[in-house]
């Protein structure tokens, strides 16, 4: 897999919402839409990002998020808990093209922040469970859990080393990328991960190194109450990239990135489906003025495939990012990026996903935050004549309660067109919930 140059927040599935980043603010946009908008959670959460101007007041400063000073464990300890409940209605379960089958659910989310209260470096632990009930379909009932552990090293005033590595148990979205074998429940996945990254920042001239590692192993399932073997699922993926960065004004920045990738499927089915490749990318960020901020980068990307009768595919990458904040209370940002997944079929190798995002958010008051998103995401799968095509819309209103407590109401219309029939879909989910932070 390879990234683009911007860091990113957190990252849903493009049919669910989208990821939302900002290389000039301290920017919080989570709207976890999940389930295809089950597992919603549009509470901000702060991010530290680069800049290149002066920084400008966004929504996320207006709205007074709930939020606690934790529990000091010792000295230099401090566990934040918090818990989520969300309420949803969703009009396809099984996000099938006929016969659809609605139903209400119940999302439980706890989750458990230690961190170290230190004045440079920083250790963290964090652990988060997901359980799904739902009223009639109970065949979809899932529990999911993650448990990762980060560090971050500052060593001198511009150089950090950071780490993460983790496990995470976890499902697959009826009607996403995997979910191609009409399972009577859902497939069950484990994740192994772990990643490395080098930054020396804050000079004219700022270089960062990455890798990342990530093992995905699937349990076996049932279709009709048969066994379904699917281990010849399981992968391993590793990536690295260089990156720089150079001023060439107090507004202008250009960057060049250059990644690889390998991807190597863990059970031989008698058919090459290992693949590597690279990407390279060059492209200006520059501050048009204090409220717009423009991010635009191309570049080439190249994948070749074990098995010689998968033609290798190279073309045009890209990055595409525009920020814009006409006032404090609004925040407008719109993102194109490319990148490369292990595919779920046996005679596809990988999948070259293009995601377009516009996103929206806007401070009602200090106390309600609005958050909106449009995705369209391109799936083209290598070796085979197919591309899904996803489009998602939803939206959502947080309103804090109390210091500590926040109310939420979100709604989402999602649809996939394919050149497979059988894949193709549409459905609504409607939810409310609240957050309890400590």
């Known amino acids: 897999m390879y990234h683009p140059m911007r860091k990113a927040a957190s990252t849903l599935h493009p049919s669910m919402a989208a990821t939302v980043t900002n290389p000039r603010h301290r920017l919080a946009f989570t709207a ?30 207006i709205f007074d998020a709930p939020g606690g000073e934790g529990l000091r464990v010792s000295p230099v300890l401090i566990l934040r808990p918090q818990i989520d409940i969300t309420g949803q209605y969703d009009s396809n379960v099984y996000n099938q093209p006929t016969g659809e089958i609605d139903d209400f659910l119940a999302i439980i989310r706890p989750a458990m922040t230690l961190v170290t209260d230190l004045p440079r470096h920083e250790l963290e632990f964090y652990a988060d469970a997901q359980v799904r009930r739902y009223a ?98 399981n992968a391993r993926q590793m990536n690295g990239a260089m990156t720089a960065r150079y001023g060439i004004g107090a507004n202008t920045r250009a960057t060049v990135r250059v990644g690889l990738n390998d991807v190597k499927y863990l059970v031989d089915t ?30 080439y990307v190249h994948q070749e495939f074990d098995d010689p009768t998968v033609d290798s595919v190279s073309g045009v990458d890209y990055l595409v990012s525009v920020d814009w ?17 292990a595919s779920p079929l046996n005679n596809a190798p990988v999948i070259i996903r293009s995601t377009f995002a516009l996103t929206g958010q806007a401070a009602a008051t200090d106390r309600v935050l609005l958050d909106a998103a449009v995705t369209f995401t391109h799936e083209d799968y290598s070796g085979v004549d197919r591309a899904d095509k996803f489009l998602f819309v939803g939206g959502g209103v947080s309103y804090r309660l109390t210091e500590n407590v926040m109310a939420r109401t979100m709604i989402g219309w999602r649809k996939r067109d394919s050149d497979t029939v059988a894949a193709e879909y549409d459905g609504i989910a409607v939810g409310a919930g609240l957050s309890l932070v400590i």
């Open 32 to 61: 976890g839409l999940g389930a295809i908008m089950a597992a919603a959670i549009l509470a901000p959460q702060s991010a530290q990002a680069q800049t290149l101007g002066d920084e400008v007041m966004l929504p996320t400063d």
């Open 136 to 233: 009639d379909v109970s065949d979809e009932n899932s529990e999911q859990y993650q448990i990762r552990g980060s560090t971050r090293y500052d060593l001198g005033s511009r150089t950090t080393l950071a780490t993460n590595v983790g496990v995470a148990r976890r499902i697959e979205q009826r009607g996403t990328t995997g979910d191609t074998f009409n399972t009577d429940s859902p497939i069950e996945f484990t994740e192994v991960f772990a990643g490395f990254q080098a930054a020396r920042t804050g000079g004219q001239l700022e270089l960062l190194a990455d890798a990342n590692f990530r093992r995905t192993d699937y349990s076996d399932a049932e279709v009709g109450g048969l066994p379904v073997l699917l281990d010849f699922r």
């Open 270 to 299: 008698g058919v090459p489906r290992d693949s590597w490749g690279y990407n390279a990318l060059a492209g200006i960020q520059y501050e048009v003025s204090s409220l717009i901020d423009v991010e635009v980068a191309a570049g």
């Open 325 to 341: 904040t006409p006032k404090p209370q609004y925040l407008v940002t719109v993102e194109g990026r490319r990148n490369v997944i």
